[in-house]
């Protein structure tokens, strides 16, 4: 049962893909982003599918770095090299991409960028506990929201950014219910089949069919005896973000024996403790204080 619940993850790009061109030509919007301080919310509020788009293969590198230095990092140059050669259908589909002043590297591919798509930069404040920092964030996401109105055509209401809190509360939940499986010892999932489910709702189309796919998952596993798997070393795998396609050092540490039990990088655990408030007057404050304490 466990294989159809990963054949079903495994295959949400390509399905999702399918159901994004639809939703296009019904006339939905699209818009791409880069990294976890994106609020989702605020896209989901505004009617629009949120679809991740930070490249994880190397094949496009090549054409990123006849504009980009060579020494940047390979996610970067495969992110843009991804866009400046029209190979992702998701950032081809996409009306407005999201950017954020993570790095320098980010900057200067949105920067770029801005010559084949709409692209809105959000200002990341330098320090996360300072007052002047807080107030900067509030602002730069209601910006966000007045972007996301001006480009999309669309009103985004206090109630409608509410019932997206809800919704991507609900995912935060499920996906660390999953990962929480692997406090067992043997644990109960590899770490392909964690990386798998996790990275398949970068695509997801429909939120709530992904929330109830990973609640089943959780439910099928729990549910099922521990398998019969020898005790081995356990890995907590940090640094970069890891997805499909740049999994080698997954695939090798599971090849040799050990098992990786846990991704503490912005593609596992870093930020799904972090749920905003739903208990406030104003979902942009709300929203303000969820994504600047991502402890990056």
């Known amino acids: 049962m466990l294989g159809e619940f990963m054949e079903n993850f495994s295959q949400a790009r390509e399905i999702n893909l399918m159901r994004i061109k639809e939703a296009k030509d019904n006339g939905r919007k699209v818009v791409g982003i880069y990294c976890t301080y994106c609020p989702q919310e605020l896209i989901l509020a ?53 950017g954020e002043t993570t790095c320098d590297g980010k900057k200067k591919m949105f920067e770029i960028m801005q010559d084949i798509k709409p692209v809105h930069v959000m200002q990341l404040p330098h320090l996360s506990n300072a007052p002047a920092s807080f107030a900067l964030w509030v602002e730069e996401i209601r910006r966000l929201k007045s972007r996301l109105e001006e480009e999309l055509d669309v009103t985004i209401s206090d109630a409608e950014i509410w019932r997206a809190i809800e919704m991507i509360n609900q995912e935060k939940r499920a996906i660390k219910a999953m990962f929480d499986l692997n406090q067992a010892d043997p644990p109960r999932l590899t770490g392909m089949e964690m990386l798998t489910a996790s990275w398949s709702r970068s695509f997801s189309s429909d939120k709530g069919e992904m929330i109830a796919n990973l609640n089943n998952l959780v439910d099928e596993v729990g549910a099922q005896p521990a398998k019969g798997k020898a005790k081995a070393a356990r890995v907590l795998l940090t640094g970069c973000p890891v997805g499909l396609g740049t999994e080698k050092v997954i695939r090798l540490t599971e090849d040799l024996g050990a098992y990786i039990v846990a991704m503490e990088n912005c593609s596992g655990y870093k930020t799904l403790e972090l749920q905003a408030d739903p208990a406030g007057s104003d979902p942009i404050v709300a929203l303000a204080e969820k994504y600047l304490a991502i402890p990056c």
């Open 46 to 98: 505004a009617g629009a599918i949120p679809v991740g788009l930070c490249g994880m293969n190397e094949n496009p590198i090549a054409a990123a770095e006849e504009t980009l230095p060579r020494n940047l990092c390979p996610l970067i140059k495969s992110s843009y090299g991804f866009a400046v050669t029209d190979t992702c259908p998701f950032f081809h589909f996409s009306d407005l991409i999201i």
